[in-house]
């Protein structure tokens, strides 16, 4: 296997996290967003030009939720999702506040959209990111807090999607310095993940291209 990733990324992170977690090796081929040279030439493996893209026995997969439910798929040890229909639509959903309702507004070319053709400065770009990080952790605070299938983990006491889309964006909230003080039950379960080699070892500061 070939991943295509960005040590910042967050979709990049997720993958890593899954890859980690089902025991899989791959090459790891950097890819620098902030690099013309390299985001043109990597247009003819995925022409969004957006990270991750997992190439694997020849076909080669784009979006991180495709990338994993992928990996789930060919390599169902250990299941990242549980065993009932009803308990993977929980864990999908609370994935997908993530990955669809977070992440969309607050990744790399919105907010150089934002500074760019927008025109707008680090205070508003920062004010932006930080109110949508509020929205949806907030939402996440109280889908899970309460819940009975809420255990050490979003979903019981074994990691799932759902963790695998939390942590990389709480790294990214601390990045932006944004307060997570009101959710404490996210900051239990991300420091439940932070144990596991998986993903320690996917963080972006272990990435070869980090810095």
């Keep these: 296997m070939k991943l295509y990733s960005f040590f910042r990324s967050s979709a990049s992170y ?65 299941p990242l999702l549980p065993s009932t229909a009803a308990q993977r639509a929980r864990v999908r959903g609370l994935a997908q506040v993530v990955a669809c309702e977070i992440h969309p507004l607050d990744n790399l070319r919105v907010l150089n959209y934002l500074g760019g053709p927008m025109k707008q400065g680090e205070e508003v770009k920062l004010a932006w990111y930080r109110h949508w990080i509020a929205v949806g952790l907030g939402c996440l605070e109280a889908l899970l807090k309460d819940h009975p299938a809420t255990g050490r983990f979003c979903h019981g006491d074994s990691p799932t999607l759902a963790d695998i889309c939390l942590v990389p964006q709480l790294y990214n909230a601390r990045r932006f310095q944004c307060e997570l003080s009101p959710y404490p039950t996210l900051l239990r379960i991300d420091a439940a993940c932070a144990a596991l080699p998986a993903f320690q070892n996917a963080c972006p500061e272990a990435q070869p291209d980090a810095g």
């Design 14 to 78: 997720r993958v890593r996290i899954a890859l980690g977690l089902k025991g899989l090796a791959y090459d790891y081929h950097p890819v620098d967003l902030r690099s013309e040279q390299d985001l043109s030439a990597y247009l003819s493996v995925n022409p969004q030009g957006l990270v991750p893209a997992l190439e694997d026995q020849g076909d080669i997969f784009i979006q991180s939720l495709a990338i994993i439910e992928y990996l789930e798929e060919t390599h169902p040890q250990p």
